[in-house]
């Protein structure tokens, strides 16, 4: 293995695969690369198969990083990615529901409950008596029971009390407060209805770990796990790897930290777990990442220089590889701007000036900042826009386009609020709403013209006492139609609009079963009451590719982000850095008096000081590679009408004062002569497809523009998870006979994975959907019996590259080879007249493309098997089919960087698709 491209220390990680590995990664350190390149020193060396090799990360987003990553260096290595699959790369969550779902099959119908989706499920399904019992005790020690069902932040409080519970593993068994009896009530509700929140999910998986034999020998097989962002686990996830190494003692752990970047405390992250690794786990070696190759000189001892001055803080080196060279001028500390509006013009000016500009690392590379490449980084979007709204007035005035994590920032975008006025006019008028609150701007209603009218009558009209009949994703869809929003809108706004779809998705997830007039009707009080402030700060809705705006986020989600330029205005104390701690409720209220032993733990570790803001602060100007601007005025009032005004400089702020590498003056960078160029902006990344998302680029490009792209949803369907349902018994099936030679009962199967999430679990559909499954296993079964004694793979996992900028992941569903050594890979449909003849022979050469990728050697065949009919739809596979293929899908990717996205020629897909009346619009 080649290791001229990694520092000393970096090869002595990546060369020590015998023994436990803590490796202490300071900001900008190669910690990926090295990771990587341990993962492939593992397999070079043979130590362990794919399959036995575990990744753990802190986020999606760098589980996918490092996946693309391992698939570039093994197959430079290898000049192949045959079983790499088999690794598992992901977050802890993941990991312990896919392996729930390796063990049991009673797990596979189970998917992860996210944040708000969990209060709606609260307010529809606890009653009011549950949650109007729990008592709070205030600061004074008067203990209160003001929790109500309508107030979903305090709902929040009280999910977030029942994370607490699970995540620092506190025994309630014996505790019959009416907060553990509202615990023991939401536990029972989220099983009922087969979903996992993310605590819930490693409690279980703890628990199986601690009883099931099965998952025990599965631990067993595991060879070596690294575990990514360490000093950000919490109790339960240090007590997970504990239990495993516990069952698994020869099992290789290497952790990767930074006790620096530990900024999670607030929610539970346990820097201990860091601190303390060599002392609970055996042979441990330890190494110390110190060269930083995304900062320049002065950014990297600037932050030396402010995280040396906590007192825990491990003393270790942290120098700069000088990837950016550093200048004069790169660094602005500025805290004596006149007034914000002062400040607010240096930003404007600074941003201005950077766009376009050219910057060069020490290898020649060139880099064209965009708007994408710069952040404003602050501790609270939610205060910035309260406090300073004018900045945000100022972009838009100058035609910067900028993204603010959150929704607060959305609800005071024109396009939403012209929304929303018309679904409370709609509401008010055709469905009787009362609702006391008024519009955003009764000028919005002057829009509705006849036609609008008309559209509204006619909706009334078609709505229908069966609930599924109507959505209000199919209102909202239609009534963008109507406003023709789709051939007006600038990316920006589809991108908000988008994010709106996700919303209404969110709350119809939980509210399906509601009548439809009740359903809008309440939906319209959430957007008014709840929606602008219960989505967290960081919350934004994936997209398939990054947005090319400025980015407005909290310091928290910029962690394990970087960015050629970071701004950081309006430093100063109570006002944006630190803001001041919120009043009103805490856990610590919730647990004084039901439980003691929480509120001791919660005082004890989860509360902020100055040396987890002094980490934070580090943090966020680490994320910078060259330039970095910390602002401040004189004084700030949080209200134009305020007489109190904010002065104080944080300790944080004057610790990089102090530091030889900073200019006091905006000015010093804006009289800088900077290079600009003519080319391009840079490129996007690598995209990441599925096997669904190339399904939709050749159904319909400007569909997959719509959906993966912006983060429009489709409608709601009652139906929904019968697909997934057939999909989990045919699984079950083939890997029990595969693995025992035992057909498991068609009546077993069905009532182990029947799940329709939307629909009545004692209504007609049930029983229809029973009945069609049954029928369908039991022909199956019949016709396909010989069949099953060749079966090779069920569910296999084919993720492979096509290039560096392109890769595909995804899961076959079976592969057979019989006893003439012909391979068929099987592709189960649940109803195939749903797809044209080319389009499912497109996505089976997709399959085959995989198993090509996978193995080097061509399928012999690809099947597509309707389930509905029990038919078979096989096409033979020829060389020149698979890389026509390929061919197709580098010319997705160019579609996507063009930013082209024709619609489909297709009139039969385009009348079964929802967004075809929106897609005519655009020219």
């Known amino acids: ?104 099959a009673s797990y596979k119908k189970f998917d992860i409950l996210e944040g708000i989706q969990r209060v709606l499920l609260v307010k529809k399904f606890l009653s009011d008596d549950s949650i109007s019992k729990v008592e709070y005790t205030d600061l004074k020690g008067k203990t209160k029971t003001p929790f109500k069902k309508y107030d979903s932040q305090q709902l929040k409080l009280l999910l977030n009390s029942c994370d607490f519970i699970r995540e620092e593993m506190i025994d309630i068994s014996s505790n019959s407060s009416e907060l553990i009896k509202f ?42 796990i690294t575990i990514d962002e360490y000093q950000d686990t919490n109790t339960i996830q240090e007590n997970i790897l504990q239990e495993m190494y516990k069952i698994n003692p020869s099992l290789n752990i290497c952790v990767v ?26 042979n441990v070696v330890q190494r110390t990442l110190a060269i930083n190759y995304r ?26 590889n000088d990837t950016y060279s550093y200048e004069s001028g790169d660094i602005i500390v500025q805290t004596d701007f006149n007034s914000i509006s002062e400040e607010n013009d240096a930003i404007i000016k600074t941003i201005k000036k950077l766009y376009n500009s050219e910057i060069i690392n020490k290898n020649g590379d060139s880099k064209i900042i965009g708007y994408d490449d710069m952040a404003i980084l602050v501790h609270s979007t939610n205060k910035l826009k309260e406090f300073n709204q004018d900045l945000l007035t100022a972009l838009e005035a100058n035609n910067i386009p900028f993204i603010v994590d959150g929704t607060k920032q959305l609800f005071e975008q024109n396009e939403v609020q012209l929304l929303f006025d018309l679904f409370l006019y709609f509401a008010k008028k055709y469905l009787n709403y009362r609702g006391t609150f008024d519009y955003y701007d009764s000028n919005n209603l002057k829009i509705i013209d006849n036609t609008l009218e008309s559209f509204f009558n006619d909706f009334h009209k078609k709505i229908t006492k069966i609930y599924y009949d109507n959505t209000i994703q199919d209102f909202y869809i239609q009534l963008m139609q109507q406003l023709d929003l789709f051939s007006k809108s600038d990316d920006k706004t589809m991108y908000n609009l988008a994010v709106f779809s996700d919303i209404i998705n969110d709350y119809e997830t939980i509210n399906f079963s509601d009548r439809f007039e009740y359903r809008f009707k309440n939906f319209v009080g959430f957007l008014h009451h709840d929606a602008s402030s219960i989505y967290p700060e960081g919350w934004l809705s994936p997209k398939f590719e990054d947005t090319k705006c400025l980015k407005i986020i909290t310091i928290h989600s910029s962690k394990g982000l970087e960015f050629p330029v970071v701004f950081m205005p309006h430093l100063c104390k109570d006002y944006l850095f630190p803001t001041k701690a919120a009043g009103g409720f805490s856990i610590k209220g919730v647990f004084k008096k039901a439980l003691p032993i929480g509120y001791n733990i919660f005082e004890k570790r989860y509360q902020s000081s100055d040396e987890s803001l002094t980490r934070l602060f580090y943090v966020a100007l680490t994320r910078s590679k060259k330039y970095l601007f910390l602002t401040k005025a004189k004084s700030y009032r949080k209200k134009a009408t305020s007489k109190r005004e904010n002065k104080k400089v944080p300790i944080q702020l004057e610790y990089a004062q102090a530091s030889q590498f900073i200019n006091c003056s905006i ?14 902006l840079n490129e996007i990344n690598q995209l990441v ?20 792209i912006f983060g429009f949803y489709s409608p709601l369907n009652i139906r929904m998870g019968y697909g997934k349902s057939l999909h989990n018994m045919m699984d079950d099936l083939h890997s029990t006979y595969m693995n025992e030679k035992l057909i498991k009962r068609t009546e077993d199967l069905v009532n182990t994975h029947i799940h329709l999430p939307l629909a009545p679990p ?61 391979v068929s890979i099987i592709d189960f449909k649940s109803d195939s007249n749903t797809m044209s003849h080319e389009l499912r022979n497109k996505q089976l050469l997709i399959y085959a493309l995989g198993y090509y990728k996978l193995t080097g050697k ?19 596979i020829e060389p020149s089919d698979v890389h026509s293929i390929e061919k197709e899908i580098k010319t997705a990717y160019t579609m996507i960087k063009n930013n082209t996205f024709p619609r489909c020629k297709d009139k039969v897909l385009c009348k079964n698709c929802q967004f075809e009346n929106l897609c005519s619009q655009k020219k």
Request: positive net charge; hydrophobic residues 30%; glycine residues 4%.
């Open 295 to 320: 900062s320049t000189e002065g950014i990297v001892q600037l932050g030396k220089g402010i995280i040396e001055h906590n007192k825990t803080h491990l003393d270790k080196p942290f120098e700069s």
């Open 689 to 708: 497809f599925d096997f669904s998302t190339l399904k939709d680029i050749f159904e319909c490009p400007q569909k997959f523009q719509y959906s993966s």
């Open 1 to 104: 293995m080649n290791l001229k491209n990694y520092n000393d220390v970096q090869k002595e990680c990546i060369q020590e695969i015998n023994q436990n590995l803590q490796i202490i990664a300071c900001a900008g350190s190669g910690k990926t690369k090295t990771v990587v390149a341990r993962n492939i020193n593992i397999l070079v060396n043979k130590k362990a198969k794919p399959s036995e090799i575990v990744s753990i990360t802190f986020t999606k987003k760098a589980a996918a990083e490092l996946k693309q990553r391992i698939y570039t260096e093994f197959e430079l290595e290898f000049q192949t990615t045959q079983n790499l699959a088999e690794m598992y790369i992901g977050t802890i969550h993941s990991f312990c529901l896919n392996t729930l779902q390796e063990i049991s």
């Open 858 to 876: 061509y399928p012999n065949a690809v099947i597509s098997y309707d389930l509905k009919t029990n038919t078979r739809h096989p096409q033979s």
């Open 183 to 224: 615990y023991n009530k939401y536990i029972e509700l989220i099983e009922s209805k087969y979903f996992f929140d993310y605590a819930h999910v490693q409690y279980k998986f703890l628990n199986e770990l601690k009883t099931s034999k099965k998952l025990k020998e599965y631990i067993k097989k595991i060879k070596y």
């Open 257 to 282: 930290g930074d006790d620096d970047q530990s900024i999670y405390g607030w929610r539970g992250s346990n820097l201990e777990n860091f601190k303390s690794f060599n002392n609970k786990y055996k």
């Open 762 to 822: 004692t209504g007609q559909l049930y029983k229809d959907v029973s009945k069609s499954a049954t029928k369908i296993i039991d022909e199956y079964v019949d016709r396909n019996r010989n069949l099953l004694d060749y079966i090779s793979y069920v569910e296999k996992p084919i993720d492979y590259k096509l290039n560096d900028m392109i890769f595909i992941n995804g899961r076959v569903d079976l592969i057979t080879n019989i006893k003439s050594k012909d």
């Open 667 to 680: 000015n010093s960078f804006l009289n800088k002569t900077l290079n600009y160029s003519n080319s391009k």
